[in-house]
């Protein structure tokens, strides 16, 4: 099926005021949707929870990432790209074969987080990350940008002066804010770069976060799909100018996302709530897990910096 015939399907049910689960793919290839009272036992989903504390011992995770050799040489051909001016924030994203005696059932039951989706026995994601929210006629998202261990000494201070993670942050929500325009009127950023805390395995992280709104017609619903298609690529997952960094991002990773870093969600009737698909766990047709992480790269990121913030960001949130 094509994306015509996906806007379609959404505006359709948008239309009918139809309560429904939505999933899309990063490259907007594949998709699930399913009015709520059709919903297979075997998908299991949570929108905007709030997060429980920490109360039960973090299991025991073996990570085989690729080699930093490796993760450099895309490193490098990325700062060319950046050089040349075709990219000025990239997200570079891998996937690292993991192990673990959990199934996706009981990753899914333990783990704490805003957003989290089991399908099937396919995959499991645990976001701290809205992409878009509709309600009483007004759209917001609120990119996340910047990650720093909450125990380092003035953690907060340090990430909100760090001016790398400033420039990075504010591209994002340049981005993001002209793509809240497309569909929206009287754009606005609301908050800049205010803190969350959130639980990454044994450790808290803490997340830098925008909030941007934008006006919506009040027959919204009848248009989510040309709304969510308008919007995806997520920015926050794909980097500025956004078509020309997706045709890098194409020509470097070397795997394909999939469902990872697309996008989840519900319509209920009269309001929307969505996830971008971030901390993200996969298995193949072998029952290997596979655990999908990544960051953002700008002119001034430290190759070794970088690699050792994907690695990190392969966790169990418990």
Same mark, same amino acid.
């Given at each position: 099926?094509?994306?015509?015939?996906?806007?379609?399907?959404?505006?359709?049910?948008?239309?009918?005021?139809? $309560?429904?689960?939505?999933?899309?793919?990063?490259?907007?290839?594949?998709?699930?949707?399913? $009015?709520?009272?059709?919903l297979?036992?075997?998908?299991?989903?949570?929108?905007?929870?709030?997060?429980?504390?920490?109360?039960?011992?973090?299991?025991?995770?073996?990570?085989?990432?690729?080699?930093?050799?490796?993760?450099? @040489?895309?490193?490098?051909?990325?700062?060319?790209?950046?050089?040349?001016?075709?990219?000025?924030?990239?997200?570079?994203?891998?996937?690292?074969?993991?192990?673990?005696?959990?199934?996706?059932?009981?990753?899914?039951?333990?783990?704490?987080a805003?957003?989290?989706l089991?399908?099937?026995?396919?995959?499991?994601?645990?976001s701290?990350e809205?992409f878009?929210?509709?309600?009483?006629?007004?759209?917001?998202?609120?990119?996340?940008?910047?990650?720093?261990?909450?125990?380092?000494?003035?953690?907060?201070a340090?990430?909100?002066?760090?001016?790398?993670?400033?420039?990075?942050?504010t591209?994002?929500?340049?981005?993001?804010?002209?793509?809240?325009?497309?569909?929206?009127?009287?754009?606005?950023?609301?908050?800049?770069?205010?803190?969350d805390?959130?639980?990454?395995?044994?450790?808290?992280?803490?997340?830098?976060s925008s909030?941007?709104s934008?006006?919506?017609?009040?027959?919204?619903?009848?248009?989510?799909?040309?709304?969510?298609l308008?919007?995806?690529?997520a920015?926050?997952?794909?980097?500025?100018?956004?078509?020309?960094?997706?045709?890098?991002?194409?020509?470097?990773?070397?795997?394909?996302?999939?469902?990872y870093?697309?996008?989840?969600?519900?319509?209920?009737?009269?309001?929307?709530?969505?996830?971008?698909?971030?901390?993200?766990?996969?298995?193949?047709?072998?029952?290997?897990?596979?655990? @999908?992480?990544?960051?953002?790269?700008?002119?001034?990121?430290?190759?070794?910096?970088?690699?050792?913030?994907?690695?990190?960001?392969?966790?169990? $949130?418990?």
């Amino acid at each position: 099926m094509n994306n015509q015939e996906l806007i379609k399907q959404l505006n359709n049910y948008g239309s009918f005021k139809e $309560p429904f689960f939505f999933m899309i793919s990063y490259d907007l290839k594949s998709y699930f949707l399913k $009015p709520l009272k059709e919903l297979p036992e075997d998908i299991k989903y949570e929108i905007s929870a709030k997060e429980k504390k920490n109360s039960i011992k973090n299991e025991a995770l073996i990570k085989y990432p690729m080699s930093f050799e490796e993760y450099k @040489k895309k490193f490098e051909y990325i700062q060319e790209q950046i050089a040349s001016g075709n990219s000025y924030l990239l997200n570079l994203t891998a996937k690292t074969k993991i192990k673990c005696d959990l199934s996706l059932d009981e990753i899914y039951e333990k783990s704490k987080a805003k957003f989290k989706l089991k399908f099937k026995d396919e995959f499991v994601c645990f976001s701290p990350e809205r992409f878009i929210k509709i309600k009483k006629d007004k759209i917001y998202t609120y990119p996340m940008k910047g990650t720093i261990d909450a125990s380092l000494p003035n953690a907060s201070a340090k990430i909100l002066g760090d001016m790398k993670e400033m420039a990075e942050h504010t591209m994002v929500v340049d981005l993001l804010r002209n793509d809240l325009g497309i569909v929206s009127n009287k754009v606005r950023v609301d908050r800049f770069r205010y803190i969350d805390e959130i639980q990454a395995g044994d450790k808290k992280l803490l997340q830098v976060s925008s909030k941007i709104s934008g006006q919506l017609q009040s027959n919204w619903n009848e248009k989510i799909g040309d709304i969510l298609l308008s919007l995806l690529p997520a920015g926050s997952i794909t980097g500025t100018p956004k078509r020309k960094t997706v045709e890098i991002i194409k020509d470097i990773e070397g795997y394909d996302r999939e469902y990872y870093t697309g996008i989840f969600g519900i319509f209920d009737g009269k309001s929307l709530d969505s996830s971008v698909m971030i901390r993200f766990i996969q298995k193949d047709k072998d029952k290997n897990l596979y655990y @999908k992480s990544g960051g953002g790269i700008t002119c001034d990121s430290n190759a070794k910096l970088e690699y050792q913030e994907m690695i990190d960001k392969v966790y169990l $949130p418990f």
